[in-house]
Nanobody, 128 residues
C-alpha cells in the first residue's frame, strides 16, 4: 500500500525555520511531481509548493515565495519543504501530495485534489 508520511512539523517562533520531509513507502514517486499544501484552522486547503520529478523545476505560492524551498531526493524517496522566516500566518497543517499522472509541477498545481495521493499531514505552529 502506498503511503506518504510527513514529518518535521512543530512549534517555532516567528522568524524561525523548519524543514518538513515527506517520505513515500510502498511505492516510489521518483517519476512523479510532488507538492505541499496547507490548511489553517477555519480555512480551505491551499497550495504551497510543487516540484517536478527531477527536482529541477519548482513553483511556489506567492505567500511563500522567497521564504520556502521545495527539494527532493529520489534516491531516498523523500521530498522536503524548507521554511525560513516563518510568520504566524504560516501556522497550518502541512500536507504532502503526489501526482498519479505526471512529472511536471503543473500536475500538482492544476490537478483536482481527488486525483492526488495525500499524506496525513504535520502540524506547524508559529508563535508571534
Amino acid at each position: 500500500q502506498v503511503q506518504l508520511v510527513e514529518s518535521g512539523g512543530g512549534l517555532v517562533q516567528a522568524g524561525g525555520s523548519l524543514r518538513l520531509a515527506c517520505t513515500s513507502s510502498g511505492n516510489t514517486y521518483s517519476t512523479s511531481a510532488m507538492g505541499w499544501f496547507r490548511q489553517a484552522p477555519g480555512k480551505e486547503r491551499e497550495f504551497v509548493a510543487a516540484i517536478n520529478w527531477s527536482g529541477h523545476a519548482t513553483y511556489y505560492a506567492d505567500a511563500v515565495k522567497g521564504r520556502f524551498t521545495c527539494s527532493r531526493d529520489n534516491a531516498e524517496n523523500t521530498v522536503y519543504l524548507t521554511m525560513n522566516t516563518l510568520k504566524a500566518e504560516d501556522t497550518a497543517v502541512y500536507y504532502c501530495a503526489a501526482s498519479r499522472s505526471g512529472g511536471s509541477f503543473t500536475d500538482i498545481v492544476q490537478a483536482p485534489p481527488s486525483t492526488l495521493a495525500w499524506g496525513r499531514g504535520t502540524q506547524v505552529t508559529v508563535s508571534s
